[in-house]
């Protein structure tokens, strides 16, 4: 038997739950979110490590951020469901004075955009995390409207409220193809029987070139392995403690659960959908992050996180259609930053949709085609 959806989504991770909700608050009818493993976030959702930030180079990503941390502030009122968004606030060390000068341009710029950066002197850093060591760095940046979230309890929220406006959520059910008539896609098959479809939304992360071959479009988006390590709760982390970056070396950390999250990308790391966490990696983040917190070398370890980010050509997400398929809509290639923009691409994917071009935020930055002409400009990607 072939149902109907008006929209089917591929992925029920956060994207996936975020766009459903929006299209069901619009009041689109006969939404189905598509989840191939047995619990929704089983993707890079589950692996996410909660930052939000409003310090992005770039002002579409600011803005997508902003809006983004509006909805988190309202989320429990909405959603009754808490997700725990603090606004720690994230300092960017610098260890040299051309990133300084980077930095120093960003902060001019986030400023004129609204966004409260400030720049800040080695021993300014050191008051708010007194255990840094500043010895090589030349000056931070520091925003205190930044901070972490749960990203299990935003998904839960959107997708417990999808389904109290009547979205259909399907676990274990795999789409395996995508069928087109002319430029439309018009049914996908599944593990469990056939759907014919009005729009598909692309929400399958690290896996969204896979489902855009099944409509022979090709999806500039590679999985690429990141991971972090979490320590046991230590009793010397001030509370806040910001989310802090070294930028000369990506290692980044922030608490969690009393001890801390602790982790960089590997600039070396080829794609590939492996998640193993490969512990030899733990000596250099250790080195790293013991370097700037000495304190940091008397941690000891309790688990590590290896999850898959979802990279496109310039680091930044890919939303709206091809133009060679205009209701196969793409929510991919977020990057690193997908669950800190998901109410705000949930949104505005949700409104493509219903509304056609007319989105409360601008997706022109993040148009499918833009490889074409040229990359999204964004310095700050970790
Ligand atoms: C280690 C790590 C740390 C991160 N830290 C941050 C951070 O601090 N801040 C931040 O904003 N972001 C962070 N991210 C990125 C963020 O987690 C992702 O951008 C976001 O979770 C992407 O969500 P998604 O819903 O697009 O993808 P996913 O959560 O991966 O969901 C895609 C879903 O699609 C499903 N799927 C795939 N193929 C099929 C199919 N054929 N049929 C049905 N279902 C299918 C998958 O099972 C999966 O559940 C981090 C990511 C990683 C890996």
Redesign the pocket.
Known sequence: MTRTADVAI???????ASVAYHLAALGVPRVVV????EI?????????????RLQFSSEANVEMSRQSILAFERFEDEHGVVVDFKRTGYLFVLGNLEDYAVFRNNAERQRALGVPVELLTPAQAQELVPMLNTDDLVGATFCGGDGIAN?HAILEGYAKHAKRLGVQILKS????SIDLAGDSVVALDTNQGRWQVGHVVN?????AR??GAMAGIDIPVEPVR???FVTKPMDWIPDPFPLLIDWSTGCYMHKESGGMLV?ESDPDEPPGFGQQVDWDFLGRVAEHGSHRVPLLAEAEVLRG??????VSPDHNAIIGAPATVPNFIC??G?????????PAAGKAVAELVAQGESTSISLDAYAFDRFAREQMPEFNVI
């Open positions: 591929v992925g029920g991770g956060i994207i996936g598509f989840e191939r493993e929704l976030g089983a993707g890079s959702t589950g692996k996410c490590a909660g930052g939000v990203p059910v795999e789409v395996t929400a399958a992360g690290p896996w896979q489902i990141r991971q972090y982790g996180v290896a999850g898959l980010y979802e929510a991919n977020f990057s690193g930053h997908g669950m800190q923009h998901a």
